[in-house]
């Protein structure tokens, strides 16, 4: 959308003259002028999750200014010769700001001077005066709009990390921590109180590693288990034990682990397919994202995708997600023989109808613009629930899952947390190209999953 705006030449500008601009003070602004400045001062900055305890910069505050010389009074054309500043309050995050301008003298040479000052919702903030270059020529212009910022932050995450930190730390079998990477995650879980891991290893391997890499293991308990399939059996029998809550993979191929936890004799399924669900923290989209399945089953046929469903919903209900919207993706959203996928997604669909799939809404086939974006879907003319409102995207086969949840990582700059759900305790599959948000994040999900399953919690 574009309007245009109008300046005032020097020959109409008259004493007395006012204009006003109002902005709300986002925390996301502090971290941008913190780039964009280099200052970055901890007084001025919200804290991880959003806070917006932090003092918005002074300097930042008195460039709202600008706004109203630049757009409004005179407008387009205008050129900054001076401004003097009183800073009398302080602005947070959060706050409707007003600029306000007041011509109080024309000068020779086009220049004009003003009274300036910003308002708060707690009185005057800064005030000072302005003398500009107003335009020779009044201008037109259209006001488009201006290239979008997305600031890398995961607040979503971070509201999971503080729903998880109030529960019990779950006991958890830790498969094969043999390597500084697989240390890492457990270790830092533990300082959030999230887990309370049990490593499962060699452990002369497991000493050594952790010294390679500058970590204190010895408030954990180490079990004695070199090979990595007797560690994992050792695993699951600790589940039906009792003595651990959920499993973690440390280094060793998942297949070995996936398959003690998958046998049918002894293993940890409960009747229902195991899946894996990511869960993904997007920059600049309001909620979480959930991508399922993208590691575990490679080609899913339609009883399997039902399980993957299922699986998905539930974990979203531990989340916080009362009712999640379940967009099941093909290449197109209307129903065409010749894509198997979109068949599957219209009985799915109907399924979730009938009450087979339960606790959330479903709806497909849509392709991956409607299934997350409103505009599309309305342009699309799709009627929906579902269409461009998703919290999880149920993909048709492994590769596109995972092709999805790697794209929105490494273009995205989204955090990928994520467990495998569907057998007796939640398993937690971290990879060593995951950063510590990453791995904090699939531990919390992890924890919350159990609680809700489990009626763990302090």
């Given at each position: ?76 054309g205008t050129l900054y010769l001076s401004q003097t500043l009183d800073f009398i309050g302080r602005a947070r995050a959060g706050e409707e700001l ?57 607040v979503h995450f971070d509201r999971l990390l503080q729903m998880a930190e109030v529960l019990d730390p779950i006991p958890t079998a830790v498969v094969a921590p043999e390597s500084p990477d697989a240390l890492a995650g457990p270790i ?271």
């Open positions: 959308m574009t309007t245009k705006i109008s300046s005032l030449c020097y020959d109409d500008l008259a004493v007395g003259m006012t204009a006003q601009e109002t902005r709300i003070c986002r925390a996301d602004d502090l971290f941008v002028f913190a780039n964009a400045s280099g200052n970055f001062n901890p007084m001025n900055l919200p804290g991880d999750d959003g806070r917006a305890e932090a003092a918005a910069p002074s300097m930042w505050v008195a460039s709202l200014i600008s706004a109203v010389l630049g757009v409004r009074l005179p407008g387009p007003t600029a306000h301008a007041k011509l109080i003298e024309k000068m020779d040479g086009n220049r004009v001077k003003f009274e300036t000052w910003v308002d708060g919702p707690e009185g005057r903030v800064v005030e000072g005066e302005a003398v500009v270059l107003a335009p020779a020529q009044s201008l037109t212009m259209e006001r488009g709009d201006i290239p979008g910022l997305t600031v890398q932050r995961h830092l879980a533990a300082q959030h109180t999230l887990i309370d891991p049990i490593l499962i290893g060699d452990p002369d391997r497991i000493r050594a590693e952790a010294e390679k890499g500058g970590l204190d293991i010895s408030a954990f308990r180490i079990i004695a288990e070199p090979d990595h399939k007797a560690a994992a059996a050792r695993a699951v029998a600790m589940i039906h034990s009792g003595e651990a809550h959920a499993v973690m993979k440390g280094d060793l191929h998942t297949d070995i682990l996936l398959g003690q936890v998958v046998k049918s004799d002894g293993g940890l399924r409960v009747g229902r397919r195991l899946s894996h669900v990511f869960v993904m923290d997007v920059p600049g989209l309001p909620h979480l994202l959930m991508i399922t399945d993208a590691a575990i089953n490679i080609a899913p046929d339609l009883p399997t995708k039902v399980d993957i469903i299922q699986n998905a919903i539930d974990l979203a209900h531990a989340l916080g997600i009362e009712e999640p919207r379940v967009a099941v993706l093909s290449a197109v959203e209307v129903v065409n023989p010749a894509i198997p996928s979109t068949l599957d997604a219209a009985v799915l669909s109907k399924m979730a109808e009938r009450g087979q799939i339960r606790g959330g809404l479903v709806d497909g086939p849509l392709a991956m613009d409607n299934a997350i974006d409103l505009d599309a879907a309305r342009i699309k003319g799709i009627q929906s629930l579902v269409a461009g409102r998703a919290d999880i995207l149920m993909a048709p086969n492994l590769e596109a899952g995972n092709m999805i949840a790697k794209e929105l990582t490494f273009l995205a700059h989204a955090e990928a947390g994520g467990i495998v759900i569907g057998a007796k305790c939640p398993i937690i599959l971290t990879s060593r190209a995951d950063n510590e948000k990453a791995r904090l994040a699939s531990c919390a999900i992890a924890a919350l999953y159990a609680a809700q399953k489990g009626g763990l919690g302090k």
